[in-house]
């Protein structure tokens, strides 16, 4: 069982949270830059587990992304990030969005729509 309190683990609560189909976000500008191309990249929230691991949460420029044996689509709409589970989910195909923001070239600030929030870092 994967537990979700560890820093390692919450980039697949990520993925969790997004597929679980979240209530709406309220639509907001976009966020300072943020762009697609800012997002492709290997994120961690625990810049240590940067070193030597796969359990964070990989998005690629061709639109797809990965996290811990699971694989889907992701698209950016102005700050509101939206992936679709395609495999390795639990029942199939799901989406759901989120909220981003770059805090700096780093490090990447994620708010589900229940107003939690966790920053993840660029390995």
Sequence with gaps: MIDYGRPMHRAVLIAVFLAAGCASVSDRP?????????????????????????????????GTYRVEGEAGRWTLNGDRLTTRVMSGG????????????MVDGKRMRATWPSGETHIFHRC
């Design 30 to 62: 976009a966020t300072a830059g943020l762009s697609r191309a800012s997002l492709v990249g290997y994120w961690v929230e625990d810049p240590a587990s940067c070193a030597g691991t796969d359990s964070g949460l990989r998005y690629s420029a061709d």
């Design 90 to 101: 639990e029942g199939g195909p799901k989406s759901g969005s989120l909220r981003v923001a």
